[in-house]
């Protein structure tokens, strides 16, 4: 029995045409750091997680405001939304386990890492999601090697801007908005 199975068993027993799916959303995780910028598709239903059927792109950090909000978009629109029926499978804790962590050594390799601490040392992560015309960029502070986090006490501004602004204005948002992580 799957784990979502086990936390709530009445939501997959019930019939699906019961239950109301949430509103139409993307998701998208940011990376910056000295080697590059990494926009990641991520999917899900309520919540999500990373998705390697989606994009993974790589720019240099020089890149242009237009190509960062190219690319943002690019990965925005490869995000996926599940059913409930699909929703379990694709969280599945050893797929999510896995997917992670073929990421990790796909950068690892194309940047000639030898260690999880070189690749993640001052990384900086936005979760980006796209909901309703609009683009919401959401700093995070690194906290440990793999993690990072947000809670209202930070104080961390929420960047929007329209998801149908020029790729430049999208890219600037996303730059501007990695100047709030820590």
Known sequence: MSFLRKLSPALFERDQSEVKPPPPKKWTS????????????????????????????????????????NALSKALAASRMFSLKDYGPFFDANAVV????QWVADLMRRYQLKTKKALFTDMNLCNV???GGMI??????????????RRKSMNLPTI???????????????????SYCR
């Open 98 to 101: 896995a997917r992670h962590k």
């Open 160 to 178: 929007t801007v329209a998801a149908n602004a020029n790729a430049s204005e999208i890219g600037a948002a996303l730059r501007g908005a990695f």
């Open 136 to 149: 919401s960029i959401s700093p995070n502070v690194h906290d440990r090697l793999e993690g990072w986090g």
């Open 30 to 69: 940011a990376y910056s750091s000295h080697r590059f910028y990494c926009l990641v598709t991520h999917s899900g239903y309520r919540s999500s997680a990373i998705d390697l059927d989606g994009e993974n792109i790589l720019l240099p950090p020089d890149c242009s405001d237009g190509e960062l909000g």
């Open 129 to 131: 999601t796209q909901e």
